[in-house]
């Protein structure tokens, strides 16, 4: 399972970094390959100013070793020893009516215990109904694939739960899907992971086409940016990934990646009403988005 997981997840980040090229048109991923002390390693690939992406990070890691006892005691399995691959990639786009996207997917094994988990989010800054629908109908498509072993519904309510920042009451995006601890028959749920993986490219490109070339002003730029910041707060107080990534001596820089390049935050903002950067709040509140109608 191994060999498999960490063979497919490289692949699927050279078709990622592939298809993100092609539609940014002008730019191109530096690629750094890093070892990590204890064990493992990886390739971080970053876009910078592109034509379309401001930043771009599309990870690929494998790493083993012992995480430290305290660290060891919030994670199943037993003893120190754990194995981990999978890919992880945040884009944020220039343009603030092209929202920003995240995704994941990783297989851990520590001790006898093995599991996948992973998911994809939307964060629009300026939302379209119809692209927020588009988003959440390509994953449940894809859970839906995988039923009654993958419940959509389960997933689609874990995301809304688990990307939510309790200071602020408020959801970071629009949701998608999330999971963890995925066990099992390992090789139905490694056959869901890539039905899933492989649905990002559709999940995400069609969107990113339709409002690439919208204009904006500087107002809209400017509230992108100060969203940003819930953006930064959920990823360095909350995110699982962020969080096993430092607690297991992981790369820096590729662990971080997932930083926008510029935020900024205003002391007790608030949109003016009828907006539609009030509109944005509405998007936030969960709702079955796979069974709306455009």
Not at 68 to 84: C, I, K, L, T, W
Not at 134 to 140: A, D, E, G, Q, Y
Not at 241 to 260: A, H, N, Q
Request: net charge negative; aromatic share 14%.
């Amino acid at each position: 399972m191994r060999q498999r997981t960490a063979s497919y997840f490289r692949d699927l980040q050279d078709r990622i970094c592939s298809e993100l090229e092609s539609v940014d048109g002008t730019g191109r991923f530096r690629e750094d390959q890093w070892q990590r002390e204890g064990g493992g390693g990886g390739r971080s690939r970053v876009l910078a100013d592109g034509g379309v992406f401001e930043k771009a990070g599309v990870n690929f890691s494998e790493v083993e070793g012992q995480m430290s006892e305290e660290f060891a005691r919030q994670v199943p399995g037993e003893g120190r020893d754990f194995y981990a691959t999978g890919i992880s990639l945040v884009l944020h786009p220039r343009n603030p009516m092209v929202p920003t996207v995240h995704a994941n997917f990783r297989f851990l094994s520590k001790g006898e215990r093995q599991w996948f988990g992973g998911g994809a989010d939307l964060t629009p800054y300026y939302p379209f109904r119809e692209d927020v629908i588009h988003f959440h109908r390509v994953w449940k498509q894809a859970c839906t694939k995988h039923a009654p072993f993958i419940d959509y519904q389960r997933l689609k309510r874990w995301c809304d739960e688990y990307f939510f920042l309790p200071h602020r009451s408020e959801c970071r995006g629009v949701g998608g899907i999330f999971f963890d601890y995925l066990e099992g028959d390992m090789d139905q749920a490694f056959a869901f992971v890539r039905d899933a993986g492989d649905s990002f490219v559709q999940a995400y490109v069609p969107i990113l086409l339709r409002r690439s070339g919208l204009a904006y002003t500087e107002k809209e730029r400017a509230f992108q940016e100060f969203r940003r910041g819930r953006y930064v707060e959920f990823n360095l107080l909350y995110d699982r990934g962020t969080l096993f990534g430092l607690k297991t001596g992981g790369r820096v820089e590729s662990i971080l990646m997932s930083l926008p390049p510029v935020v900024r935050w205003h002391y007790d903002y608030r949109p003016e009403p009828g907006s539609r950067e009030a509109e944005l709040y509405e998007f936030l509140r969960p709702r079955d988005w796979a069974e709306e109608s455009p």
